[in-house]
C-alpha cells in the first residue's frame, strides 16, 4: 500500500531516518523547521490542507529537558499546542496521526517494565508537556501515538548512545549512570515499527515502541565498547544523584513492548539493535 506521508520535524534525528527510510515505499512530503514552524497554528493549517496526506508524522519535538524548566512556554508550544493543531488538521481531512512521546511521562518508580495502561506521573516541564501532547494526539479519531526512549542512530546522531560511543571511539573517558534503567531505541527499528502499524491498520491508540529488553546506562556504555573493539575503554560508573541534574529523571524507565509485540511487530532486543548501529558507523566511517 502506498501511502502519502507528510513527515513535520524532518531535520530532527528520527525525522531524518523517517524521511530516507519511507521514500523508498511511500509518497513523502518532508518539513523540516525551515520549512514549517509547528508553532504557527496558521502555517500547519495550511501545510496540511495543501499537501492532503494520508498519514501524517511528526517527529517535532523540545527534548531539551533542562531547558524546559527556562523557557517552559517554548517547550509547551511545540509539545502541546502543536500536536494539538496537528490533531485537529488530520481530523478535518481524515488522515492518520502519528506522534512520538516519552518515557518521561512515568515518574521511574517502580522495578518493572511499565505498559501502557500504567499510570503516568510526570515530573518536571518537558515530561508534562509530552503528556500534554499526547492527550491532544487523541483529537485525531485516527491516531497512533508511539512511546520511544533513548533514541539513537540515523543520519543525524546526536544522542545520549552516539555521544558515548563518540567518546569511546575518541579515547575519552566516558560517565555513565550506573542506576538508570532503559529500554534503548534504534531509529531503524522504531521507522520499521511505525511503517508496521500504519500500513497493516492496526487498532489505532497508544503504544511502547523501543527495543525488547532493558539495561542500565553503564551496561550499555561497556556493550558498545565491546562491540567497537574497544573493551579497555575508559568508562566512569556513576550515580544519578552525584550528576547534579536540575530536572529528575524517571530511574528505572524500561517500557514493555507486548501490546506492540500482539500486533505482529517484534522490535529486535536493544543488543542486536546496538551492534547494527555500531557496523552502520564503522560503513559510515570508512566512507568518508
Known amino acids: 500500500m502506498k501511502l502519502l506521508v507528510l513527515v513535520i520535524g524532518a531535520g530532527g534525528q528520527l525525522g531524518e531516518a523517517m524521511t530516507s527510510q519511507l521514500e523508498p515505499r511511500h509518497e513523502v512530503v518532508a518539513l523540516g523547521r525551515q ?12 501545510a496540511v490542507a495543501s499537501v492532503c496526506p494520508d498519514v501524517i508524522v511528526n517527529c517535532a519535538a523540545y527534548t531539551d529537558v533542562d531547558g524546559a524548566e527556562d523557557h517552559p512556554l517554548d517547550a509547551l508550544d511545540v509539545n502541546a499546542w502543536a500536536v494539538r493543531t496537528l490533531a485537529r488538521a488530520a481530523a ?14 512515568f515518574d521511574g518508580a517502580t522495578d518493572r517494565p511499565y505498559n501502557e ?17 499526547e492527550w491532544f494526539a487523541t483529537d485525531a479519531p485516527r491516531h497512533y501515538v508511539l512511546r520511544v526512549e533513548s533514541l539513537f542512530g540515523g543520519p543525524r546522531a546526536k544522542s545520549s548512545v552516539d555521544r558515548i560511543l563518540n567518546g ?9 549512570f550506573a542506576d538508570r534503567t532503559v529500554s534503548p531505541s534504534y531509529v531503524d527499528d522504531v521507522v520499521m515499527a511505525t511503517s508496521a502499524l500504519v500500513t497493516r491498520r492496526c487498532p489505532y491508540g497508544l503504544y511502547h515502541c523501543v527495543n525488547s529488553g532493558w539495561t542500565n546506562w553503564a551496561e550499555l556504555a ?3 565498547a565491546a562491540m567497537a573493539g574497544r573493551p579497555d575503554a575508559p568508562i566512569s560508573e556513576v550515580a544519578m544523584a552525584d550528576a547534579g541534574l536540575p530536572t529528575p529523571r524517571p530511574q528505572f524507565a524500561a517500557l514493555s513492548n507486548a501490546k506492540l509485540e500482539s500486533m505482529g511487530i517484534v522490535l529486535p532486543a536493544w543488543q542486536d539493535a546496538l551492534g547494527r548501529y555500531v557496523t552502520s558507523r564503522r560503513e559510515l566511517d570508512a566512507s568518508v
Open 35 to 46: 520549512e514549517l514552524d509547528v508553532t504557527s497554528a496558521d502555517a500547519v493549517n495550511s
Open 92 to 105: 478535518e481531512i481524515d488522515a492518520t496521526l502519528v506522534h512520538f512521546s516519552t518515557d518521561f511521562v
Open 117 to 133: 495502561h500504567d499510570p503516568t506521573n510526570p515530573r518536571g516541564t518537558y515530561a508534562v508537556t509530552k503528556l500534554l501532547g
Open 168 to 176: 569511546i571511539l575518541s579515547g575519552a573517558e566516558v560517565r555513565a
Open 222 to 224: 561497556h556493550e558498545l
